[in-house]
């Protein structure tokens, strides 16, 4: 080997950049996107059922007079709240 030989450093290639993502990472974004969504979608449709339930209870409470009349109307509301969250839920009994 002869010392005339015009040898340079090793160039190291330069970092990479942060902009673009790799392509994995744009579908995870996409997933945790789709999943708040879904979720943001499903809280509100909860949301507005417990509201509409709460108005047909304050409703059902103002029309009627009178303790027992009272009881049996929130009666009333708890077994079709029961049947609409489990069907034949309302004809259990006891244990059941």
């Known amino acids: 080997m002869s010392a005339s030989l015009p040898l ?25 996107l789709l999943l708040l969504a879904i979720f943001a979608v499903l809280a509100w449709r909860r949301r507005r059922r417990h509201q509409q339930w709460m108005r047909v209870f304050d409703q059902e409470i103002a029309a009627v007079n009178g303790a027992p009349s009272e ?10 709240a029961a049947r609409q969250a489990r ?10």
């Open 87 to 96: 069907p034949g839920s309302e004809a259990l009994r006891d244990d059941a």
């Open 71 to 80: 009881l049996a109307a929130i009666a009333s509301l708890l077994r079709r």
């Open 8 to 32: 340079r450093d090793v160039q190291l290639p330069a970092s990479p950049t942060w902009w673009p993502p790799a392509p994995g990472w744009l579908m995870l974004i996409a997933l945790v």
